[in-house]
């Protein structure tokens, strides 16, 4: 669960898929603009964690908005189909990630 103070506003987290470390977010649909400040600090602690070389992003091919993951040095590495839905995989490397700072949002 992902908190901001008291407040939930959604789940998120790495899960081992495979070789990969797969980080995914949900956030509450009155809550996305927090989405960035959330990753942010996601990036930051798998950046100080050895064990997770790089991350990866599964989205739906209908998102459009990727500058912030291609910002960061995302790449997309081709699709996977996950019953029988399609997604555009990224890898994001995070040995050389720069810390990005306390979060703000």
Do not use: C, H, N
Not at 42 to 65: G, H
Not at 94 to 104: F, I, K, N, V
């Amino acid at each position: 669960a992902i908190f901001e103070g008291d407040r939930y506003i959604g789940w998120g987290g790495f899960q081992r898929e495979g070789e990969d470390w797969d980080y995914g977010l949900v956030l509450r649909p009155d809550i996305f603009g927090l989405g960035l400040p959330v990753t942010a600090q996601a990036l930051d602690f798998a950046r100080a964690d050895a064990r997770i070389p790089y991350i990866t992003f599964l989205l739906p091919p209908s998102r459009r908005r990727l500058g912030a993951l291609r910002r960061r040095g995302a790449e997309q590495v081709g699709q996977v189909q996950i019953e029988g839905a399609t997604f555009l995989k990224f890898r994001l490397e995070t040995e050389t990630l720069p810390a990005t700072g306390p979060a703000t949002g």
